[in-house]
C-alpha cells in the first residue's frame, strides 16, 4: 500500500532556484529507483516561500530503503543545502481551516 507525504522545504538564503530545482527533478528520480508511485506530485509555495511537496511512496518499505540508498542520499545532501525542511504546522496557512498555496 502507497503512503502519502507532505515534505516542506523552507529555502536558505539565496537557494531559492536551486531549491526548485531539485523538487522539480525530486520524484522523477525516486521513481526511476521504484521508490514512489507514476502519481503526479503536487507541488506548491507558500505565502513565506516554504516549497510543499505531496507525493506517495511505493510503500513503508521504499522508504526505508531510501534511507539506505547512496543515491537518495547524495539527493537528500543536495536538498539539505539548498534548504531546511520544516512541519506543515510551522506554516501561516496551517492555521486555515482551507489553507490555500500558489502552485510551483
Not at 502507497?2 to 525530486?26: M, S, T
Not at 542520499?73 to 525542511?85: G, I, L, R, V
Given at each position: 500500500m ?11 538564503p ?8 531539485l ?8 521513481r ?25 511512496w ?6 526505508d530503503r531510501?534511507?539506505g540508498?547512496p ?6 545532501a543536495d ?15 496551517a ?10
Amino acid at each position: 500500500m502507497g503512503r502519502i507525504v507532505i515534505a516542506c522545504y523552507r529555502p536558505n538564503p539565496g537557494k531559492v532556484q536551486d531549491l526548485h530545482d531539485l523538487v522539480r527533478a525530486h520524484v522523477h528520480r525516486l521513481r526511476e529507483l521504484r521508490l514512489v508511485t507514476e502519481r503526479e506530485p503536487i507541488v506548491m509555495e507558500s505565502k513565506d516561500g516554504t516549497v510543499l511537496e505531496v507525493f506517495e511512496w511505493t510503500c513503508q518499505e521504499a522508504i526505508d530503503r531510501a534511507h539506505g540508498d547512496p543515491a537518495v542520499q547524495a539527493m537528500w545532501a543536495d536538498f539539505e543545502a539548498a534548504c531546511d525542511y520544516v512541519p506543515v504546522s510551522s506554516l501561516a496557512e496551517a492555521r486555515e481551516l482551507f489553507p490555500g498555496f500558489e502552485p510551483l
